[in-house]
């Protein structure tokens, strides 16, 4: 047991996927693994093992947010031996080129949270995704003929930013998609010398002002999924 998840030691596998909701890590557990055993539910941030392709996956919720994020990864890591985890959720598309319902895979992850400025102690770090894990998850959609961009992201404390049109800003920069979570997950692993990715579908486009239905991202996410499944998987 950590202080916020009930699992005993070993309930939870090497390999996790983690969405923002926790429902959607029961719709994972249910939908993708075999004989899912859920493992936690403390404050409902529901967490399941099972197995994907015969090789031992968990998958759990890291609820909205780097600080979040942030508890729930510390202790996967530190007191569950997680090593591949990898951040399946939506963002918002900040450039043309990329359409809504596209699956975007974080290269790097830049944020406007003041955590690895207190951190760093007021100097920059760079976040960026395992690059074996980056590599397995798109050579996944490309096999499944995936709309794909391997691009720069940001990960924001602030979805209701003071300025609306803060985000062009970071467009600017080639920033192609607004999360809220990679920048803490892409850190943490780094400081634990494990492997993190986020692979993101594009739910709202906030240069067209269009949305996806929850139909929509049900599709998308599904095939968001698999991609992910396969870039924790050992082959
Ligand atoms: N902003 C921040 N996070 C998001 C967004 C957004 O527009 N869309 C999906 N996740």
């Excluded at 055993?37 to 968990?58: A, C, D």
């Amino acid at each position: 047991m950590s202080i916020h998840i009930s699992a005993e030691k070993g309930q939870i596998a090497p390999s996790i996927l983690l969405p923002g909701d926790p429902l959607r890590a029961q719709f994972i557990a249910e939908n993708f693994l075999e004989n899912p055993v859920q493992f936690n539910k403390v404050r409902n941030m529901f967490g399941y093992t099972g197995t994907y392709k015969g090789e031992r996956v968990s998958v759990m919720g890291t609820g909205m947010g780097q600080a979040s994020l942030s508890i729930y990864v510390n202790e996967l890591i530190r007191d569950y031996g997680c090593t591949k985890l990898c951040r399946v959720g939506t963002c918002g598309g900040l450039t043309k080129d990329v359409k809504v319902r596209d699956l975007i895979i974080g290269m790097s992850a830049s944020t406007d949270s003041a955590i690895n400025q207190i951190r760093f102690q007021g100097m920059d770090y760079a976040p960026a995704p395992s690059f074996n894990l980056l590599l397995k998850a798109y050579n996944a959609a490309m096999a499944r003929k995936m709309p794909v961009h391997v691009g720069k992201i940001i990960s924001s404390d602030s979805f209701y930013t003071e300025d609306p049109d803060q985000w062009k800003l970071w467009a600017r920069f080639g920033v192609i998609g607004v999360e809220m979570e990679a920048a803490e997950l892409y850190t943490l692993a780094a400081k634990y010398g494990v492997e993190a990715l986020c692979v993101l579908t594009v739910s709202d486009h906030l240069v067209t002002g269009e949305a996806t239905t929850s139909a929509e991202r049900e599709l998308t996410f599904k095939s968001m999924l698999e991609v992910g499944l396969e870039a924790v998987l050992s082959k």
